[in-house]
């Protein structure tokens, strides 16, 4: 009998094991059957899409969704142009060394991104409609129309609602949610720096200036623009205006649109490359430039020339702390 009871108490023993073993097992296939199972429908510029998982192996194709992600939290395997991407988009957030470099974000190298072996690809309809038949058959591709018409509208909305389609896609909606409130409470901060040096409702113009075929060229931010609506969120009013849409918000003039503008507390911030400043270089001594009120009285103000007007919410704080540092004299 004592040993029919030892014998007992060891079978029941490796059942509730069993048991226990088989749990941990169900749970684990039934995470990975979640994530395999898991569908999100977006829409792009092509349409309604669905997304089948969890991508984790992502190429980007445009610096604004490399930088995206990284605000998201995830590292892309692969970004074109990386070396432009670091000179251009200043951000603290930076790439693993392990991030490749898949080509020109107008010519990628679709070899390079087949090597990757990527599970999802992010283009861009204006540069890579040509590509994308021979991109979907490397992974599934998902296209955005930063210049499609909606879009284009409100560029700031439109990098918000891109960082959002993004954070839905590799199941961030909470990191990007942060993200967008660490942005307005940075804006928060600088404004009222804005207040404090008694600069609010003042009106500006910004613009970024360089030489093209041989001709001081100007592009004036419009209101569209995202330079123009983080300058609304600061509380200061832009003075330029147009009668229709511009599609990358900024117009191109010549240093003869300035006269336009000539009230006595109007505020001149301007993007210029050191080689090619075209104030001290080609307008310096030129009576249009000379007679302009805000360079008579002293209000130009100069950005570095690697500020970056064109990216997304990381880009936009350092965005913003260039246009008060600019504005604001402490």
Same mark, same amino acid.
Request: charged share 25%; glycine share 4%; with cysteine.
């Given at each position: 009998?004592?040993?029919?009871?030892?014998?007992?108490? #060891?079978l029941i023993v490796s059942i509730l094991a069993a048991?226990?073993?088989?749990?941990?097992?169900?749970?684990?296939?039934?995470?990975?059957?979640?994530?395999?199972?898991?569908?999100?429908?977006?829409?792009?510029?092509?349409?309604?899409?669905?997304? $089948?998982?969890?991508?984790?192996k992502i190429v980007a194709l445009e610096w604004s *969704?490399?930088?995206?992600?990284?605000? =998201?939290?995830?590292?892309?395997?692969?970004?074109?142009?990386?070396?432009?991407?670091?000179?251009?988009?200043?951000?603290?957030?930076?790439?693993? $060394?392990?991030?490749?470099?898949?080509?020109?974000?107008?010519?990628?190298?679709?070899?390079?991104?087949?090597?990757?072996?990527?599970?999802?690809?992010?283009?861009?309809?204006?540069?890579?409609?040509?590509?994308?038949?021979?991109?979907?058959?490397?992974?599934?591709?998902?296209?955005?129309?930063?210049?499609? $018409?909606?879009?284009?509208?409100?560029? *700031?909305?439109?990098?918000?609602?891109?960082?959002?389609?993004?954070?839905?896609?590799?199941?961030?909606?909470?990191?990007?949610?942060?993200?967008?409130?660490?942005?307005?409470?940075? #804006?928060?901060?600088?404004?009222?720096?804005?207040?404090?040096?008694?600069?609010?409702?003042?009106?500006?113009?910004?613009?970024?200036?360089?030489?093209?075929?041989?001709?001081?060229?100007?592009?004036?931010?419009?209101?569209?623009?995202?330079?123009?609506?983080?300058?609304?969120?600061?509380?200061?009013?832009n003075a330029y205006s147009t009668d229709k849409t511009?599609? *990358?918000?900024?117009?191109?003039?010549?240093?003869?649109?300035?006269?336009?503008?000539?009230?006595?507390?109007?505020?001149?911030?301007?993007?210029?490359?050191?080689?090619?400043?075209?104030?001290?270089?080609?307008?310096?001594?030129?009576?249009?430039? $000379?007679?302009?009120?805000?360079?008579?009285?002293?209000?130009?103000?100069?950005?570095?020339?690697?500020?970056?007007?064109?990216?997304?919410?990381?880009?936009?704080?350092? =965005?913003?702390?260039?246009?008060?540092?600019?504005?604001?004299?402490?």
């Amino acid at each position: 009998m004592k040993k029919l009871a030892i014998f007992m108490l #060891i079978l029941i023993v490796s059942i509730l094991a069993a048991c226990s073993g088989n749990s941990d097992d169900d749970n684990a296939n039934e995470d990975n059957s979640s994530n395999d199972e898991r569908k999100v429908k977006i829409q792009d510029a092509l349409g309604e899409q669905t997304i $089948e998982g969890t991508p984790e192996k992502i190429v980007a194709l445009e610096w604004s *969704y490399a930088e995206n992600l990284l605000a =998201l939290g995830v590292q892309p395997v692969g970004v074109a142009d990386l070396d432009g991407f670091h000179q251009w988009v200043n951000i603290d957030k930076e790439f693993d $060394e392990s991030v490749k470099d898949v080509g020109t974000r107008q010519e990628p190298n679709l070899e390079a991104i087949s090597r990757l072996n990527p599970d999802l690809i992010i283009a861009v309809k204006f540069r890579h409609e040509q590509y994308l038949d021979k991109l979907k058959e490397i992974a599934p591709v998902v296209t955005f129309a930063p210049y499609g $018409e909606e879009a284009v509208q409100d560029h *700031y909305q439109n990098m918000v609602d891109e960082l959002n389609t993004v954070a839905k896609i590799v199941n961030k909606e909470d990191e990007a949610e942060q993200a967008v409130t660490d942005l307005n409470n940075f #804006i928060d901060e600088q404004k009222q720096r804005v207040a404090d040096a008694g600069l609010e409702g003042s009106k500006y113009v910004a613009t970024q200036a360089f030489t093209a075929q041989n001709t001081p060229t100007i592009r004036l931010f419009t209101e569209n623009s995202i330079v123009a609506k983080l300058m609304s969120k600061l509380s200061f009013e832009n003075a330029y205006s147009t009668d229709k849409t511009e599609v *990358y918000g900024y117009s191109e003039v010549t240093v003869e649109a300035l006269q336009n503008f000539q009230e006595d507390d109007l505020q001149f911030l301007y993007i210029v490359q050191e080689e090619d400043n075209i104030f001290e270089n080609q307008l310096k001594g030129n009576p249009v430039w $000379e007679n302009l009120s805000f360079v008579k009285n002293g209000n130009t103000h100069q950005l570095p020339g690697d500020t970056w007007t064109f990216g997304g919410v990381l880009s936009a704080e350092v =965005l913003t702390k260039q246009l008060v540092d600019a504005m604001v004299k402490e």
